[in-house]
Structure formats: structure tokens, C-alpha cells
């Protein structure tokens, strides 16, 4: 992440210009004739993500379209098409937030390296003028520690993994951490999330952090961390469980967003509790139509093992709500049906609170990181009643599958105010400042709405 910036000392940038399809030729009209016209011999029209290195002598050393400007994310691709070294943004911005623009440069130069060298060091970007340089940097290495974790796959990145991950963050900034793992779930009284990964080689367990001073207002965040998703004995089919790596993505998006918070020294008493797991197939797998405990004390009578990351988030939730936060929030890749309705870039959200869902709406606005409340129908509670327990973990015959599992998560959050992200976490494939890959969504938005809620509006 470092290398994606350049500082203040350094000399002899180049520049690079803004360039708006819309406004074509007044933005182009800084730079010679003679460059207007090799601009526009060369196909280079201003939309979105389109770069161009110009000639020495041409008013400006490199342009990027930015389409209507209506999104800094389409200034991303600049970072790795233009040439190695310092760059600085010369023009005007067009309206488009500067700390946003320097957000977007720097996700547009991420490169997962784990197992692969890089194809080459992106350029550097200088300063932007209006920008708060510290938050971008805050935000930038938030979301490539996300991408970074939800691209790894499970072979390094299982519970035992996650463990290490949320315990180097704990001593990077001053936090406490634990784990409590295998059998002892069950002593600790966590069954669902025992259940669902007592099958697999490494133990589930619940990973918490605190950090903060107690005398703030306490904020919990919570996210399922199932390492890898084979559906169980409802084993998914070899195209659905190809991206199961990615099932721990939520929780990545809650360490995430956990990092963000102690990062800037947010004025909260923060507790993060990742419930990680394998949903793995072995003699001992949890089966339909068996009856779980729960630690909130009701009884969940399985349809779906393949409806697990609810089962593991029902624990989470109801250890956060025992501690009365004055805000929690979780976030989980738990639907398939919320991909259908909204699709890959669109993170669906739901509350039972009215002002918390206008402060998110707000803050998927300022983030650049689009969200979209989805209704905790009441009409639809009853279809996860059991018959032969308190509840089921999946509701029959398929309808409002997002809803229904938002509305099991409600039957353990109580009174508490709450807001539950059911995300994708993942990039279909290569957009600007977007690479194929894992994603930091939904929680972006979430961290604008706390700065906003605890930060006094920074």
C-alpha cells in the first residue's frame, strides 16, 4: 500500500489530467493542438477508466477519462497504466471528492502477490490537493487487508488462519484478543457454531478482539468467517462451491472495518467477534433435520446444511447483544438470493432502526460504496417457525431467500440497534479500481456512517 503513494518531497512529478467524456473538448483544451488531435487519432474518448500517456511538451505528461464524472473509482486504472514513479493530478477535479480520488488510484493499483509476483510496481500518486491523505491511506490499507484475505484460499486461510490474522491486529494496535476453540465452544456455550464446523481438520471457534475505552459507547461487529463452503451433506455442485474460499468474506469486511475503527482512534469500545468454521463433510457433520442448541436458548431444527453461516452468526450475535452494545452490526456473504436481487457491486442492508438505516444510506453516498435497505418483512417471520423446534434455519419453498435469513438473525439480536450486510465480497471481474477478486463492500459505507455517528463528521 505504501508504494501506491509518493510524498510531498518528491521531485519532478509527473502530471496527469482529468478528462471527461461529457466535456470532452473543454478538458482537452489545456493541451495543444496538435495533442488534441493525436488524442483524438488515438480513440481516447474520456470514459470511464480510460488512460493515455501523452508526448513530453504536450501541457500535461498523461490523461484520464473519467466518463461523466459521477465515479472517483473510474480514476483506478491510472495506477497501473501509467508509467512507474511519482504522478501528480494537475486540473480541475470536476466535482469529484479528492480524498475519493486517491482512495480509487489506490485501489486500482492492488496486485494479490501471495503466490504470484507482481506484473510490475504500480505508479505513485502525489498529494491530492483537499484530500485527508492520513483517511486514504487508513481506507486503503483496510480494503486490500480485505482483499488479501478473502483472495487467499483456504488451504492458508482457514480458522486457525483467521485466528492469527485478527490476533496480529490486536497487538499491531494495542487491542486484546482470544479464541475460544473447538469442544470448548460447546463448554462456553456456543453449540451452533460447534456444529457447523466440528467435521472439518481445523476446530471452528469464536475469535474476539476488544479494544477502546470502556467508558465510550461500546460497538460490536460481527462476521462470518466460514473459511470454506462445501454445502455439507446438502454438498453444493462443483460450479457453486468453485468460489467457497470466499466465504469468509463478511468476517474479512469485519476485521476490516475493525482496523479502520483503531486506526483513526475512533472514540468507541470496540468488540469484534469473527465465528470461524470449515462447513466440511466428514462422519461427524451436523445433518437435515437435526436439532441445534443455540446460545441464545432457542432450538433450530436444520432444512439446509447448506444454510450454515446463519447457524454460526446466530452464537455471534446473541455473545455481542450480552454485552448491550450501543450499536452492532454484522456482516456475512449468507445469500445467494441477495446476489439475485442486486446483483455484485450493490451491498443489500437491513435494520430495525429507522435513523441507523438513514446514516448508512448516507454513508454508502459519501464512501463511493452503494448499499440498499431491504425490508425486514415481519410477514415472512413466521415461515421460519419450526415445527418441532423454536425455529428452522431456512424457510420452505425458496421465496425472499435475503429476507428470511435476515429475519432469523433478528430472532437473536432482540431490542439491540442493528444492521445486517448480506455481501458478495468479491469482483466478478476487472473494473476500474475494481480487480477481479476479493472486496471490501458494504462495510466502506458503514465506516462513513460511524465517523459520522462517533467521529463528529470526519
Known amino acids: 500500500m505504501t508504494d501506491l503513494f509518493a510524498t510531498s518531497r518528491e521531485s519532478n512529478p509527473a502530471s496527469v489530467r482529468l478528462i471527461r467524456s461529457s466535456h470532452l473538448e473543454d478538458d482537452l483544451s489545456a493541451l495543444g493542438a496538435d495533442v488534441r488531435a493525436l488524442v483524438k487519432r488515438s480513440g481516447f474518448s474520456g470514459r470511464a477508466g480510460q488512460v493515455m500517456t501523452l508526448p513530453e511538451g504536450s501541457g500535461a505528461d498523461g490523461i484520464a477519462g473519467v466518463g461523466q464524472a459521477n465515479d472517483p473509482q473510474s480514476f483506478g486504472p491510472a495506477a497501473m497504466q501509467l508509467a512507474e514513479g511519482a ?53 486503503t490499507a483496510s480494503i486490500h487487508l480485505v482483499r488479501d484475505l478473502v483472495n487467499t484460499p483456504a488451504q492458508d486461510m482457514g480458522p486457525e488462519a483467521l485466528q492469527d490474522v485478527v490476533a496480529a491486529l490486536a497487538k499491531e494496535f494495542g487491542a486484546k484478543s482470544k479464541s475460544t476453540t473447538g469442544d470448548k465452544l460447546l463448554k462456553d456455550n456456543y453449540p ?25 459507547p461500546r460497538l460490536a461487529l460481527v462476521g462470518k468467517g466460514i473459511s470454506f463452503d462445501s454445502g455439507g451433506l446438502d454438498i453444493k455442485s462443483a460450479a457453486g462451491m468453485r468460489l467457497m474460499k470466499k466465504d469468509m468474506g463478511g468476517a474479512a469486511n469485519a476485521i476490516g472495518l475493525a482496523r ?74 449468507l445469500t445467494g438470493a441477495a446476489r439475485v436481487a442486486l446483483g455484485p457491486d450493490v451491498a443489500p442492508f437491513y435494520s430495525n432502526d429507522p435513523e441507523l438505516s438513514e446514516a448508512i444510506s448516507r454513508g454508502g453516498v459519501r464512501a463511493n460504496d452503494p448499499v440498499w435497505q431491504m425490508p425486514l418483512w415481519d410477514n415472512y417471520d413466521s415461515w421460519l417457525d419450526g415445527s418441532i423446534s423454536d425455529l428452522k434455519n431456512a424457510a420452505s419453498g425458496g421465496f425472499a431467500g435475503s429476507i428470511t435469513a435476515a429475519l432469523f438473525l433478528r430472532r437473536f439480536v432482540g431490542e439491540t440497534r442493528w444492521a445486517h450486510f448480506d455481501i458478495f465480497a468479491w469482483n466478478p471481474d476487472d473494473r476500474p479500481a475494481r480487480p477481479k477478486g476479493g472486496e471490501m463492500l458494504g462495510s466502506r459505507a458503514a465506516w462513513a456512517m460511524l465517523c459520522e455517528r462517533y467521529g463528529e463528521g470526519r
Open 87 to 139: 504522478w501528480r493530478l494537475e486540473g480541475p477535479l470536476h466535482g469529484l471528492d479528492p480524498t475519493q480520488l486517491a482512495v480509487s488510484w489506490a485501489m486500482g493499483g492492488y496486485q494479490f502477490t501471495r503466490y504470484k509476483a507482481a506484473a510490475r510496481k504500480p505508479a505513485r500518486l502525489m498529494p491530492v490537493d483537499g484530500a485527508d491523505m492520513d483517511e486514504a491511506k487508513r481506507i
Open 192 to 216: 451452533m457454531i460447534h456444529a457447523v464446523g466440528r467435521a472439518a481438520a481445523q476446530a471452528p471457534r469464536l475469535i474476539e478482539l476488544e479494544w477502546g475505552n470502556p467508558e465510550h
Open 260 to 333: 479502520l475503527v483503531m486506526d483513526a482512534k475512533l472514540p468507541v469500545h470496540l468488540t469484534l467477534y469473527v465465528a470461524a468454521a470449515e462447513n466440511a463433510i466428514g462422519a461427524d457433520a451436523f445433518r437435515p433435520g437435526d436439532v441445534l442448541n443455540s446460545r441464545k436458548g432457542l432450538t433450530v431444527e436444520i432444512d439446509n446444511t447448506d444454510a450454515e453461516g446463519r447457524l454460526v452468526l446466530g452464537d455471534a450475535i446473541a455473545r455481542a447483544v450480552e454485552t448491550d452494545p450501543d450499536l452492532l452490526l454484522d456482516f456475512a456473504t
